[in-house]
């Protein structure tokens, strides 16, 4: 069975800094696109960054863009999003995944989030 699990996720001060990881068992995720999207409370479900099968392209969220890194380690399976210079418009569900495409409609596999609270 196919499962990405996220953790890292936590209640932070406005300005600190949260790393997420995203664990993926049942498959190997080498030859796939992964990204981080988020969805606020009351929200649309949202792009964070993606990046690509073996790292040399990432895309960012403007709104994240200088702050957040996405990086990954094929050899553990394994998704990360360091955020720093957190804001309180930060907080939201963190959902990791992975697919062959960009945008969340190429994301063939989802895990189930992770709570980020920011306060202000």
């Known amino acids: 069975q196919v499962q990405l699990v996220e953790s890292g996720g936590g209640l932070v001060q406005a300005g600190g800094s949260l790393r997420l990881s995203c664990a993926a068992s049942?498959?190997?995720?080498?030859?796939?696109?992964r990204g981080w999207f988020r969805q606020a409370p009351g929200k649309e479900r949202e792009f964070v960054a993606v990046?690509?099968?073996?790292?040399?392209?990432?895309r960012y969220a403007d709104s994240v863009k200088g702050r957040f890194t996405i990086s990954r380690d094929n050899a553990k399976n394994t998704l990360y999003l360091e955020m720093n210079s957190l804001k309180a418009d930060d907080t939201a569900v963190y959902f990791c995944?992975?697919?062959?495409?960009?945008?969340?409609?190429?994301?063939?596999?989802w895990g189930e989030g992770t709570l980020v609270t920011v306060s202000s």
């Open positions: 995944a992975a697919g062959k495409g960009w945008g969340a409609d190429a994301m063939d596999y």
């Open positions: 049942g498959r190997t995720f080498s030859s796939y696109t």
């Open positions: 990046i690509t099968w073996i790292g040399t392209m990432t």
